[in-house]
Nanobody, 119 residues
Framework: VQLVESGGGSVQPGGSLRLSCAAS????????MGWYQQAPGKGRELVAV????????KYVDSVKGRFTIARDNAKSTVYLQMNSLKPEDSAVYYC?????????????WGQGTQVTVSS
């Protein structure tokens, strides 16, 4: 399994970023995919999930209405569009496939991509 996150950076509050996660070495289109957020000193929290076909999405309340998860199965890539960013969104973001139980499917994680929201 290989998961490569990119697209992070430093933005001011209210700004936007688009994260990408390129997946390989597994059948991407068979899996629900998710984005996790890990703030300093905290564990990874699943914040957005998209179904394998891309026809269903779920979000935690803290990002609902601001973040949008999408996927391109032809490119084996999942995206996270982040709008109206807040300082509390600052974290390292990771992607992973999601099991039917809602847990990460793979123990191998990518390097993550850092998002910093600050004025």
């Amino acid at each position: 399994v290989q998961l490569v996150e990119s697209g992070g950076g430093s933005v001011q509050p209210g700004g936007s970023l688009r994260l990408s996660c390129a997946a390989s070495r597994f059948t991407f289109s068979n899996y629900d995919m998710g984005w996790y957020q890990q703030a300093p000193g905290k564990g990874r929290e699943l914040v957005a999930v998209i179904s394998s076909a891309g026809d269903s999405t779920k979000y935690v309340d803290s990002v609902k209405g601001r973040f949008t998860i999408a996927r391109d199965n032809a490119k084996s890539t999942v995206y996270l569009q982040m709008n109206s960013l807040k300082p509390e969104d600052s974290a390292v973001y990771y992607c992973n496939a999601i099991t039917i139980r809602g847990t990460a499917a793979f123990g191998s994680w990518g390097q993550g991509t850092q998002v910093t929201v600050s004025s």
